[in-house]
Every structure is written in C-alpha cells, then in structure tokens.
C-alpha cells in the first residue's frame, strides 16, 4: 500500500509541481494540503477517484507528524463511523483496525487506504475552492487559508463533540 | 522383445479354490491344458487378459469371479518372463466392493515389493492394450468379428501390431503442439496481418508523436527567446524616455524585492504547515481533545494480550485458583481483545504526540496576510508598471502596445504548448492519468504499444511457420502411415490365402480384401458373406499366424478349444499351422479336442500336457504328462456340434 493521489491532482497541481522555484518541495506536500481539508471535513472521496501512487511511504520532511496524522485519521473515523466517547471497546477496536506498529506510515493498509480517500475527498473541497488551477503557491497558500477560516468554530464543535 | 507365460495361480476364484499351474522356467513351446468344460478355461483366459492389458473390469466382471457368496476377496498371479526377466503380474479382487486392483512385482525390483498398477516395459506397457491383448490370448469372439463385416478388427490389428498407430499419435502430437501455439498467439492468417496492422498503425502514430514533441521543444524554445526579446523591448522602450527610465528602475526594483520576500514567506508557510497543528486552531483542538479522551478512557490499557497468553500457560490465576483447560481456553480466547505490547506502544506514541503537539496557528495566519500584502504591493507594482507602458504608449509609441498585445499572445501559446508536451512525454501512471492520455497521444505509452505489437507480431509469425511444417509433417505422416498400412495388408492378405488353400482346399475360400474387415470369396463367389463356424475359426488362425509372422514381438498364444468345431481333418491342418507360429504356445482343450488335434502333438519334443480335474469335493489336481492327459476323460466334454468344413 502506498500514497495516491486524487486521479485529477497532478493535473490541477501542474503548475506547483516540483520542478523549480515557487513550487512545492515534493508531490507529497500537494498530497498533505488535500489531505488535512479531508480530515477536516471527515469527507471520504469514492475509491475510483483514487489514481495510482506516487510514493511508497512518508517523505522525510513529513516523517515527525505520522504519528499526528495516523491520530487525526482515528479521529476522524470515530466521528465518522460514530463511536460514542465512552465506547472504550469500540475506540480500541478501531485503533488496532488502523494502526500498525511495524508500519513506517505507523497505518496498516485498510488505514492507509482511507488515508488516499480522505485526501481525495479534500482534494474536491479544493478543487471547488478555485476558479481556476492555482497559478502560484502564493496564490494557493490565501486560497487554502481562506478554507480554514471558513472550517467549523472549534469552540462550538467541541461543545457539539461533548453532546 | 521376448515374452512368455511361465505359470499362474489362483487363489479364492471362481472353479479354482487354490491351485498353481507352473509351466517351468523355461516354458514348453506347446502346452496342452486339459480341463473339462464349466471349470474355469474361460475365467482363466479372462484373468490373463486383465492381467496382461492392465484393463480395469467393473464390478458385474469382478464379482463374476467369485466362488460363493461367503469368500470376499480373490487373488490372481500372472507369472512372465520378458526377455527373461521376471515379473509377476498381481491381480487382487475385492467382492464385496466389486473392485480389482493390480500390482506388479519384478524381479529387478531391490525391494522386491508391489508395484500398483501394471508396470511392464515401455514397448509393451504401450503395445499390450485391451484390443491388442485379444488378438494372443485368443478370444472366440474375435474369430466371429474378424470376418463381420461391420467391425475393423482385421485392419485395427494391423495397425497395433506393427505399431502404425504410433504414427498415428505422432500425427496427433505435430497438431497439439500446432493448437497449443496457437492458443498464445494467433490461429489464422488473417489474425497475423491483423498483428501486423497493428503494428504498423502504432509505429506511424510513434512516428507523428515523436514529429510532435521536436516541433514543441523548438516551438517553446522560440517562445522563450520570444518573450524574453520582447520583455527587453519594452523595456528599452520605456526607458527611451528618461524621466519614465528611472521611474521604471525603481518599479523594477520593487518588483525584485517583493519577488525575494515572496519567496521567503511561501517557503515559510510551507515549512509550518506540515505540522498538522499548526494548520488551523480546529486541529490543535482535535489533535488535544483526542489525547484527553484517550487518557480518560484509559486507553491503551495497561495490561497487554502477551500478559494474558502467558497466563493461560500457567498452572494457577495470580489469585491462586487452579488454571484448568477450560479456563485455560477461556483467557486465551479473551486474550486477543487485549492490545499487543506493539500497538500498546504505538497508541502510546501516538497520544504523547497528541498531548506535546504545539504550535501556533495564528504565526501561519499571520505569514499568509503578509503574502496577502505582498501581493497587494506586487499588484500595485505592476500596475506602476503598465502605467508607465501606458504613458509611453501616450506619447505615440505605438511599438509599446503591439509588444505587449504580443507578449500576451506568446505567453498564451507558452502555457498551452507547455500542457501538450506534458501530457505527451508524462511518464508515471498517475501523469499520464491526469493528462488523460493514451498511447494515441503520449510517447511512452505509444513506445510501449509498438513493443506489444511487434512481440505479439514475432510469436504470430514464428506460429504460422510453425503451421506449414506442421501441416507438412502431418502429411508426409498420413502418406507413411498409408503406404506401411497397405504393404502390410498386402502380404498379411498373401500370406493368409496361401494357408486357407490347405486348410480349406474345397471352396477355395480366401480373403480377397482387408478393408474394415475380412472380405471373403471362392471360386464360385465374388463375395461370401456366410461361412460355418469352422470356416470362421480356420480364416481367424490362418489370419493371426499371418499376423504374427513378421512382428517384432514374441508374443505367448494362449487359445481356448482351439480345434472344437473343426472337424478332424481340418483339426490337423490347423495343430500343423499353429504351432510353428509362435514361441509359446497354450491350448486349453476338453477331451473330446484330443483327437485329430492334440493327438498330433503326442510324441513331439517341446510338448507340455498338463491336466487339470476338479472334484465333487471341489479339490482340484493338477497333474502333468502325456499318460494323465491321454487318460482323461469326461462325459461333460462331448462336443456339442462338430462343425464340418
């Protein structure tokens, strides 16, 4: 199992692709911007959206936050498959379902394939974001942020959360 | 190859209780059993040809052997010498299931062990089929076959004996071999120049693409100087007007710095937001609201699935009671809800991650405004920028305007002709995905499809050769197959009317052709197509002694009441005949078969007369020498119609 994109990414990252400056340092970081709007949103993409790999396991500039990741992911399949807060059984069960220690992503592979659904899925938050392919990583970085303003008050979820 | 019968016993068969019938090491060349009719000649002549062609019976035969109803199981042992090795062929009868199962024990064995199955040597294992085992130990039925005129046994018999059938097979193996290429690649013709369109098809498209991509590489480069000459341009002719000439340093000034502080800002946002939590404060919340509910929840648990294996391994619970099987069942099946010491330690890790993970969303908010501003002055210069064009195009420099009209035209062509070569040259999966090419339109893909095209188009060529020799192999085998046939027929046809002159001198009867059978006639007749049993039986011998005269194997003839509807004179005839045919010879005849055909054996050197009797008692005795066989006699063995011929 590996990381893949959603198919019509690199088409619409051409233009930050690596290759250059003022472009993305590697694939993954257009994979890890895709991705958190997933999370975020707990939005799964359909599994044919997901195109092919284009790299085997965390690039090293992503290695420190597998951990966080591999944690948002079980975050967000809690909430999306609604386990209660208190269901310890149903939160441990879900843990050992995605984690897998030997693994370098720290994720077996049902995890890791939910992680590329989840980056499909924030890649059309994305894609619906802009009017057009960004042009330039200044021009994606506002728009990007301009996302996570709009994202849910993290106050009023949490008290949301606590229900 | 040699192959001779030297005994056989029978134990628990039908008519034979437990007797043994030895005929020496080294056999007679003629043995005459003398057994009375309803005492097992044709249950014996059975039980060798299973033994011999390796036959499986089904169980009506099986049980036919049976000797009542109390017995249940039987045994049969074939003893023969190839080229004088010996081997026992081993038949074992279950009549209760209705089932035979055959070994094999050869001498040359170390073991000296059985075989299963028949294991005799490859000429033979191939030769001694169930059809061919009939033609030497000889079936009454097949001298009735042999001149009807709707079954092929006279020809078929050719053909196993001298092994055209091999031929045959030979034959068989050029197709398969044909078929099996053909499977992986093409079957006809018109599948080979399809292959070859193909090819050809993708070859020129390779071509074009190719054409393409050197005419795009030289178009974007002209583009390049093309952009660049005209940004120069403009730029010259700005700065022909002083005052706009310094002002446009300072624009390009400023546009140079906030290009540099852009640069840095980007690659600070990048840098900071690979850290999920410095992404956006609902994150930091989750990422922390998730390490509390794991410590609230106690989560993972202290005590680790291996804590509870090795409990269940133990004899008592840390609280002393005894840990029997049940519940030592009990803990290990409820040991696999527990978290192993790995996921223990990577939950862990995970929440230690949870809890520490610290960042400040607000810093990467704060770089993005500031990229905002920076664009804001961006714009601003290069609103300055298009000013200071457009005030040179106001004072009459016409030159200005068509530059930039030009430049956005360039640029344009640029960024489209950029896409195109792109997807033309993308080479990883997901590229070409993206770009939605196929090989109609992208160079590695269409490389790929030339390749394809020329190995399918290699293996279709190399198959349609193969098809030509194969049909020519296939044809000169026929025509060998053919010609041997025919020749064969031919002298087995000679050899067989020169015998039926003296054994049937009267009609004149003769074969006149071999064809699916036996076709006769006589002097009289053109075709005759009934004969007495006699005549049959006598057409068979001078047939099969035809037969084997020539083969190239040395084969046992083992014969039931050879001479019973034959009458006397003809009975010598055929005791003359036979004999001198084969190696070995074995008559199983009654009584009454002693006149006029084993008489003519009393007195020569390499005969064998054994007789076989078996009491009301049901013992049987075997005993050998020409006295007991003269002696015999038994009122059952009358014959029941002697056949004039």
């Not at chain 1, 799964?44 to 944690?71: C, M, R």
């Not at chain 2, 007797?19 to 060349?29: F, K, R, S």
């Not at chain 2, 390009?252 to 900071?272: G, P």
């Not at chain 2, 005894?322 to 010491?341: D, S, T």
Request: charged share 30%.
């Amino acid at each position: 199992m590996s990381f893949k994109h959603h198919k019509q990414a690199p088409a619409f990252f051409q233009k930050l692709m690596p290759g250059g400056p003022g472009r993305f340092d590697t694939q993954f970081d257009a994979y890890y911007y895709c991705l958190m709007c997933g999370l975020d949103r707990r939005l799964l993409g359909a599994e044919s959206d997901v195109g092919e790999e284009f790299v085997k396991d965390y690039v090293q500039t992503y290695q420190p936050y597998a951990d966080l990741i591999a944690g948002l992911l079980v975050d967000a399949e809690l909430v999306r498959i609604n386990i209660p807060l208190d269901d310890v059984k149903g939160v441990e069960r879900k843990m050992v379902d995605l984690l897998e220690p030997v693994s370098a992503s720290k994720l077996k592979t049902e995890g890791l394939a939910l992680l590329n659904r989840y980056a499909a899925g924030g890649f059309n938050v994305i894609s619906d974001a802009f009017a057009a392919p960004p042009q330039s990583l200044e021009e994606f970085f506002i728009t990007y942020q301009a996302l996570w303003a709009k994202a849910a008050d993290p106050v009023a979820e949490e008290a949301s959360d606590e229900r | 190859m040699d192959l001779r019968i030297v005994g056989w016993r029978y134990k628990s068969i039908r008519g034979m209780r437990d007797v043994q019938i030895q005929l020496g090491d080294v056999p007679a060349q003629w043995t005459l059993i003398q057994m009375p009719n309803g005492t097992g000649k044709t249950t014996t002549l059975t039980l060798m040809r299973l033994a011999l062609s390796g036959e499986t019976p089904d169980p009506q035969t099986v049980r036919s052997f049976r000797p009542d109803d109390v017995t249940e199981s039987g045994e049969f042992v074939l003893r023969i010498t190839v080229d004088g090795d010996n081997c026992w062929l081993i038949l074992q009868f279950d009549y209760v299931e209705g089932v035979m199962r055959q070994f094999t024990s050869r001498a040359s064995l170390d073991s000296g062990g059985y075989e299963p199955g028949r294991r005799l040597k490859r000429d033979l294992q191939d030769l001694l089929t169930k059809d061919f085992t009939r033609l030497f130990v000889f079936d009454g039925e097949l001298a009735k076959s042999i001149r009807d005129l709707s079954k092929d046994e006279a020809s078929k018999s050719i053909r196993t004996l001298y092994q055209l059938d091999r031929v045959a097979q030979l034959r068989q193996a050029a197709q398969r071999i044909l078929e099996t290429e053909q499977e992986a690649s093409v079957r006809t013709e018109r599948g080979h120049s399809n292959i070859a369109g193909r090819l050809k098809t993708a070859e020129a498209k390779l071509r074009t693409l190719k054409t393409e991509r050197k005419e795009l590489e030289e178009s974007r480069s002209q583009l390049r100087q093309s952009i660049a000459a005209l940004d120069v341009k403009r730029q010259e002719r700005i700065s022909a007007n002083e005052g706009l000439g310094e002002r446009l340093k300072g624009v390009t000034a400023k546009r140079a710095d906030i290009a540099a502080s852009l640069a840095l800002l980007t690659s600070q946002v990048a840098e900071l937001s690979r850290n999920p939590a410095a992404v956006s404060e609902v994150i930091l919340v989750r990422l922390h609201k998730l390490a509390e509910r794991l410590q609230k929840l106690k989560l993972p648990k202290t005590t680790s699935s291996e804590f509870f294996h090795e409990l269940a391994k133990a004899p008592e619970c840390i609280c002393g009671r005894p840990i029997g099987p049940h519940e030592k069942c009990q803990i290990e099946a409820r040991a696999n809800e527990y978290l192993g010491h790995n996921q223990v330690a990577v939950i862990n890790a995970m929440k230690e991650a949870l809890r520490t993970s610290a960042a400040d969303p607000a810093v990467l908010a704060e770089r993005v405004e500031q990229i905002k501003g920076l664009m804001r002055q961006r714009k601003q210069a290069d609103h300055e920028f298009d000013r200071l064009c457009a005030e040179r195009e106001e004072q009459g420099d016409d030159q200005i305007e068509s530059i930039r009209i030009e430049l956005e035209r360039c640029r344009a062509t640029f960024d489209e002709q950029e896409r195109k070569f792109l997807g033309l040259t993308a080479t990883s999966k997901a590229d070409q995905q993206s770009y939605g090419v196929d090989w109609n339109g992208n160079i590695p893909l269409c490389e790929k499809q030339v390749a394809e095209a020329k190995a399918a188009l290699t293996a279709a060529t190399n198959t349609m050769r193969l098809m030509e020799q194969s049909t020519f192999v296939q044809n000169a085998l026929h025509l060998v197959e053919k010609r041997a046939y025919e020749a064969l027929r031919d002298r087995v046809q000679t050899s067989t009317n020169i015998k039926l002159k003296s054994l049937l001198p009267g009609e004149g009867i003769r074969v006149s052709e071999i064809g699916s059978s036996l076709m006769l006639s006589t002097d009289a007749l053109a075709s005759k197509d009934s004969v007495s049993e006699g005549q049959g039986l006598a057409v068979a011998y001078a047939f099969l002694a035809s037969l084997f005269e020539d083969a190239p194997y040395g084969l046992p003839f083992v014969v039931d009441s050879p001479a019973v509807s034959l009458d006397t004179l003809v009975r010598r005839e055929v005791a003359e005949l036979i004999p001198s045919l084969f190696g070995q010879a074995i008559f199983f005849v009654i009584s009454s078969e002693r006149e006029g055909f084993a008489e003519s054996f009393y007195g020569r050197p390499g005969a064998n007369f054994i007789t076989v009797q078996t009491g009301k008692d049901g013992h049987t005795s075997v005993e050998t020498g020409i006295e007991p066989f003269k002696a015999f006699h038994s009122d059952e063995d009358e014959p029941q119609a002697e056949v004039g011929v």
